[in-house]
C-alpha cells in the first residue's frame, strides 16, 4: 500500500555510508582492534586490554583483599614448606637445606605422637559434649514461652569471653583447696594436677566456654522448622520422644554436621586454655601438638622441625575435614 509508514516507498537503492567496507566485522567495545592486513592483535597488547576490562568491572575492590590474602597467608604457607626443608633457626642464621630429614625425625619423635594423642583425646571429650549439650539447650529454650531473650544472652555470653579471662576463672575453681567444685562437692581432687583429672577439667572449660555458637545454629536451625509438621505427626499418634528423634533429629542433621566440622577443627587445634590452665599439664599429659610445635619453634629454636610437624598436622586436619565431607555426603546421598 503506497505511503504506508510500515512500507518503505519506492525510489533509488540506498548508498552504503562511508565507513569499513561491506562483511567487515565490527570491534566491540573492549576489544583489541584490528592490526593492518586484517589481522586481529594478539599478546601483550590483547592480554593488557583484558584486565583493563577486568578492573573496568570492579577487580581494583577485590585488589586490596588479595593483595593481604597473598601477603599473610599465601607467602607464609610457601615460606613454611620451605623452612620444613632446611635446618634453620629464629633469625635464619646458618641455614643448610637438609631435605625431608625434618619429616622423617618427626615420625621418629614420640613426643609427636604423645602429643597428638593427647590432641586426639582432648577432641574426642569436646566434640559429644558440645552436640548434645547445645542441642539440649537449644530444645530447651525453643520450647520456653517467657524469657527466651536472657537464656539466650546467658548461653552465648562466654563465648564473648577472651580465652585468658575463661582460664584464670577456671583455674580459680578448680583450685584443689579453696576452689568453687571442690568446696560444693566435699572433696579434694587436684583437678588440673593429674593428667586424667586435668584433661577432663580443660574439656569442661571449653564446653562451658564454647557451646553457646553451637547453641545459637541450633535454636535457628529448630525456628526453621514448619510447626505444620509437628502437628501433623501428633495427629498420626507420635508422642514427643518419637517427634524428637524422627522429626527434629534428622531435620536438623546438616546443622550437626556443620558443628561437629566445625568443633572438629578448633579442637586439633587446641592451645590457649590448655597452656593457660595446665602449662601442658604433668609429664606432658595435656600437651597438645600445637604447643610442642610452639616450644619447638620459639624455645628450642628449630623453625625447620617446627614447620614440619606443622604441616603434618596440617594434612591431619585436612584429612579428617575431607572424611567428615564424605561421610556427610554419602549419607546424604543415601536418603535420597
Do not use: C
Not at 258 to 275: G, K
Not at 293 to 309: C, K, N
Amino acid at each position: 500500500m503506497s505511503g504506508s509508514p510500515l512500507t518503505p516507498a519506492a525510489g533509488p537503492a540506498p548508498v552504503p555510508a562511508a565507513g569499513p567496507a561491506a562483511g567487515a566485522a565490527v570491534t566491540p567495545a573492549g576489544e583489541a582492534a584490528a592490526a593492518p592486513g586484517g589481522r586481529r592483535r594478539s599478546g601483550p597488547a590483547r592480554t593488557l586490554n583484558r584486565l583493563d576490562g577486568l578492573f573496568q568491572h570492579g577487580a581494583w575492590f577485590l585488589a586490596p583483599f588479595l593483595a593481604l590474602y597473598a601477603l599473610f597467608l599465601i607467602w607464609p604457607l610457601l615460606s613454611g614448606v620451605w623452612y620444613s626443608l632446611n635446618e634453620t633457626n629464629l633469625a635464619g642464621i646458618d641455614t643448610e637445606f637438609i631435605g625431608l630429614d625434618n619429616y622423617r625425625e618427626a615420625f621418629d619423635d614420640p613426643a609427636v605422637w604423645d602429643s597428638l594423642r593427647n590432641t586426639v583425646v582432648f577432641t574426642a571429650l569436646v566434640t559429644p559434649m558440645i552436640v548434645v549439650t547445645a542441642f539440649g539447650l537449644a530444645l530447651l529454650t525453643h520450647h520456653l514461652k517467657y524469657g527466651t531473650w536472657f537464656w539466650r544472652l546467658a548461653f552465648f555470653a562466654p563465648f564473648l569471653l577472651p580465652s585468658a579471662v575463661v582460664s584464670d576463672l577456671w583455674e580459680w575453681m578448680y583450685q584443689p583447696d579453696f576452689g568453687l567444685f571442690n568446696n560444693a562437692l566435699g572433696t579434694r581432687v587436684p583437678w588440673l594436677l593429674e593428667g586424667g583429672w586435668a584433661m577432663f577439667s580443660v574439656a569442661l572449660t571449653t564446653l562451658w566456654w564454647t557451646v553457646g555458637f553451637a547453641y545459637l545454629l541450633y535454636l535457628a536451625a529448630l525456628h526453621a522448622i514448619p510447626a505444620q509438621l509437628y502437628e501433623a505427626a501428633e495427629l498420626d499418634g507420635a508422642g514427643p520422644l518419637k517427634r524428637l528423634w524422627y522429626l527434629t533429629v534428622p531435620l536438623v542433621r546438616s546443622v550437626t554436621g556443620l558443628i561437629v566440622i566445625l568443633t572438629l577443627l578448633a579442637s586439633l587445634q587446641v592451645f590457649d586454655q590448655i597452656f593457660l590452665m595446665t602449662a601442658g599439664g604433668p609429664n606432658n599429659e595435656t600437651r597438645p601438638v600445637v604447643q610442642y610445635i610452639v616450644q619447638q619453634g620459639f624455645t628450642g629454636y628449630r623453625i625447620g622441625y617446627a614447620s614440619a610437624v606443622s604441616y603434618i598436622v596440617f594434612v591431619l586436619i585436612v584429612s579428617v575435614t575431607l572424611l567428615r565431607l564424605l561421610a556427610v555426603r554419602k549419607r546424604e546421598e543415601a536418603l535420597r
